[in-house]
């Protein structure tokens, strides 16, 4: 897609960020077999990135934690805006040796900074927020303990508090907040349900609906239903005034067959659904879970798999298909290994 003015700043650029789709072919992991060949030799085939970059257009980008570092594979976001920029989610490892996301945003700053310098006296800020409190979402958060940067709790609490919901502010979770980056607002909906700090942003600029782990292509795991149906309620009713280009969940579970997921663990996703779910699809999950309204279990569509309150059966279920998979592979490596060490 063409780039909005790459040297105005962002205001100028207002309204050209397009609804385009969101045309990019992700990092998906390395096949086992080809995994203990890789950065053997100079010059040879290297494993991926530890993060995938993808710039959706001059003011925002779609990061992907690799699947070789972690199975969780989770997708982060970074908007610009004119006075700060917003960092939603900081993938599942710790290590900055092994998962330099520190370093790539402020890369990702330093250039956008170089394209639209700044024209006051005050420093360009950072807000790291999470999309939820789990731990695949939030484990990079040490990397940003760093002056000048925000980074909001995982807890509810904190999370009600920095977003201004609750005494004071807008009641949670029916009311919407808001989050101003400069000539950039993005709006905050509460949607527990998945977990009880669950937020989701829209951003008008993009048409971007962020959702976390509570509307993704995967397994839709839900610890409170009521809770979740309640959420998809405001949600499917907000979506009805906005103009929604994509719905970006953060993870791909799905593969490219109906209903067919990856087994939990899976470190090679060849053929996965797209990371994208058209905005109808919030109907569609918002349907499912209604239908199954007081029931457990494990609920099979097109393109995502609900898991309302599962039973330790269900999930035992889970994990041996997941456990069967690295047996195999194990297996297929212990094979290759004469193979390889020559
Ligand atoms: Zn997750």
Not at 39 to 53: A, D, K, L, T
Not at 146 to 160: N, Q
Not at 290 to 307: C, K, N, T, W
Request: glycine share 10%; no cysteine.
């Amino acid at each position: 897609m063409p780039l909005p003015d790459a040297h105005g700043p962002l205001a100028h650029a207002a309204g050209t960020s397009t609804a385009d789709a969101l045309d990019v072919r992700w990092n998906h992991g390395v096949a086992a077999w080809r995994r203990p060949l890789l950065g053997r030799r100079p010059g040879g085939p290297r494993p991926e990135p530890p993060i995938q970059v993808h710039r959706h257009d001059e003011h925002t980008v779609v990061l992907r934690q690799s699947k070789v570092l972690t199975y969780e594979a989770p997708f982060l976001y970074l908007l610009f805006g004119d006075d700060r920029a917003l960092l939603l989610d900081t993938g599942a490892t710790e290590d900055p040796g092994l998962f330099p996301l520190r370093a790539t945003v402020d890369a990702l700053i330093d250039d956008w900074l170089d394209r639209h310098p700044r024209r006051g006296a005050q420093p360009y800020g950072l807000v790291v927020a999470h999309s939820h409190g789990h731990n695949d979402h939030v484990a990079g958060d040490g990397q940003f303990a760093w002056p000048g940067t925000t980074v909001v709790g995982r807890d509810a609490d904190a999370v009600r508090e920095y977003f201004g919901f609750g005494p004071g502010g807008v009641p949670w979770p029916t009311a919407i907040a808001e989050l101003e980056l400069g000539d950039r607002r993005l709006e905050v909906l509460a949607t527990p349900g998945h977990h009880e700090s669950a937020i989701t942003l829209y951003d008008p600029r993009t048409g971007f609906l962020l959702t976390g782990d509570t509307v993704l292509p995967g397994r839709l795991y839900i610890d409170d239903a009521p809770a979740f149906a309640a959420s998809l309620d405001r949600m499917v009713d907000f979506a009805r005034h906005r103009k929604i280009t994509q719905v970006l969940g953060a993870h791909v579970e799905m593969t490219r067959r109906d209903g067919r997921d990856y087994p939990i663990g899976a470190r090679h996703q060849p053929r996965e659904a797209p990371l994208a779910l058209a905005p109808e699809r919030l109907t569609a999950v918002r349907e499912a879970v209604r239908e199954v309204a007081g029931r457990s279990g494990v609920f099979r569509h097109r393109d995502f798999v609900l898991y309302v309150e599962p039973s330790e059966r269900d999930m035992a279920r889970l994990l041996r298909r997941g456990n069967r998979r690295d047996r195999a592979r194990r297996a297929l490596e212990l094979a290759l290994r004469p193979l390889t060490a020559r």
